[in-house]
Nanobody
Framework: QVQLVESGGGSLQSGGSLTLSCAAS????????RAWFRQAPGKEREGVAA???????TYADSVKGRFTISVDNAKNTLSLQMASLKPEDTAMYYC?????????????????????WGRGTQVTVSA
């Protein structure tokens, strides 16, 4: 059974830091590409960051310099370190995995590339 399970969400004040994790199991492939997306109430899902097996990364402009995506291959876990959080970062955060992708700026606008998704973890940032 394919599972992507996010954890680490929570509520905090603006300026704080949080690290999200996504544990993968049962995938029928070794993920070449993993990503974080988020969706706030009433808004469309947006790509936050992505990483491939060569450690190439891409970030949304809104999080550059504040968020860092990484993979622990030994634990098959994807992480998202978030710093200097803002109220506009409030959203449900989802991890996603794909067997192949090209990590560039367009990738974060193509969630359909990712066949496997977690159920999300909520991040709420208050002013």
């Amino acid at each position: 059974q394919v599972q992507l399970v996010e954890s680490g969400g929570g509520s905090l004040q603006s300026g704080g830091s949080l690290t999200l994790s996504c544990a993968a199991s049962g995938l029928p492939y070794s993920p070449y590409c993993r990503a974080w997306f988020r969706q706030a109430p009433g808004k469309e899902r947006e790509g936050v960051a992505a990483i491939d097996s060569s450690a190439a990364t891409t970030y949304a402009d809104s999080v550059k310099g504040r968020f860092t995506i990484s993979v622990d291959n030994a634990k098959n876990t994807l992480s998202l370190q978030m710093a200097s959080l803002k109220p506009e970062d409030t959203a449900m955060y989802y991890c996603a995995a794909a067997s192949f992708c090209r990590v560039d700026g367009a990738l974060l606008r193509l969630p359909e590339i990712f066949p496997n998704w977690g159920r999300g973890t909520q991040v709420t940032v208050s002013a």
